[in-house]
């Protein structure tokens, strides 16, 4: 299976067979606050299927859009780095934001893996992928205003607020504030 490596990560494509590892970070109340409500089994199913079954029309090799497994790197026996244990995901998502089409730069980590920089380290990949692979001109976070740790991550890695935009979710209207960093920047 192909992967990418960062400094302490191995980023690869999701897969049926983390539904196990995705249950414990998307079951987790904690973790999942933001969304307000935490995962059933079913439901990280069909959100590894979903991830790995995005629409592509400008398909990049070794940049898929959707989220990632973020796993900590290991040593195999012939001391080459392979995934280990995974904390995570991120990725580069399309999304629609007052109506026009963006790329979305996202993270979930599991509750172990917080305040460790891992966010940080997988969100900046993603924006060298976005801004040099994908050849995009501006990148966006959204988050709910009283995820305050997403913010911290957004900050670190020059995004900055822009507007705000309302995610309709599970009947819900969710407020969210819009980070964004250009290519220019």
Same mark, same amino acid.
């Given at each position: 299976m192909p992967f990418a490596t960062t400094a302490r990560l191995c980023i690869r494509p999701l897969?049926?067979?983390?539904?196990?590892?995705?249950?414990?970070?998307?079951?987790d109340r904690r973790v999942m606050y933001a969304w307000e409500h935490a995962f059933t089994p079913d439901e990280v199913q069909a959100w590894i299927w979903r991830m790995t079954h995005i629409d592509d029309p400008c398909a990049v090799p070794g940049c898929s859009l959707g989220y990632q497994a973020l796993c900590l790197q290991k040593t195999d026996a012939q001391g080459?780095?392979?995934?280990?244990?995974l904390i995570g995901q991120a990725g580069l998502l399309p999304k629609k934001i007052h109506g026009r089409d963006c790329l979305e730069l996202a993270y979930i980590l599991g509750h172990a893996a917080w305040h460790?920089?891992?966010?940080?380290?997988?969100? !900046? /990949?993603?924006?060298?992928? !976005? /801004?040099?692979?994908r050849r995009a001109?501006?990148?966006f976070c959204l988050i709910r205003p009283e995820n305050t740790a997403s913010a911290a991550v957004a900050r670190r890695l020059g995004m900055q607020v822009c507007g705000e935009h309302m995610v309709h979710y599970q009947g819900r209207?969710?407020?969210h504030t819009i980070f964004s960093l250009t290519r220019a920047q």
């Open positions: 897969e049926p067979s983390d539904c196990t590892a995705l249950c414990a970070i998307m079951g080459n780095s392979v995934p280990g244990r460790k920089g891992y966010a940080t380290e997988a969100g !900046a /990949f993603f924006l060298t992928q !976005a /801004f040099l692979e001109d501006a990148v209207d969710m407020p």
